[in-house]
């Protein structure tokens, strides 16, 4: 299984952004999918995910209510829409898929795509 992720990118705080993040070489609804970032000198952090069929999502609490994950598993993609984008959102964004098709916990990921960076200018 391999991950590819798109769509980063330079924007103004307020602005939005769409991240794309296709699978290859399996099907994406036995996965849970989700999104995770990092800044440079900190740890990967958990960003979103969501159940194998998009029915159950989960949040961190400091992108609830601007960030929107969706699936789109007939043609294996899953996206994370990013509304009202601040300086704090600047990092580097990666997809991830989980064995385990009802995993929203992050550790329940277990393959990743190479990152998309994403820059908040204020």
């Known amino acids: 299984v391999q991950l590819q992720a798109s769509g980063g990118g330079t924007v103004q705080a307020g602005g939005s952004l769409r991240l794309s993040c296709a699978l290859f070489?399996?099907?994406?609804?036995?996965?849970?999918a989700g999104w995770f970032r990092q800044i440079p000198g900190q740890e990967r952090e958990f960003v979103a995910a969501t159940v194998w069929a998009g029915t159950a999502k989960r949040y961190a609490d400091s992108v609830k209510g601007r960030f929107a994950i969706s699936r789109d598993n007939d043609n294996n993609m899953c996206y994370l829409q990013m509304t009202n984008l601040r300086p704090g959102d600047t990092a580097v964004y990666y997809c991830a898929a989980s064995s385990h098709p009802y995993g929203l916990g992050p550790q329940d990921f277990n393959y990743w795509g190479q990152g998309t960076q994403v820059t908040v200018s204020s």
């Open positions: 070489g399996g099907t994406f609804s036995s996965y849970a």
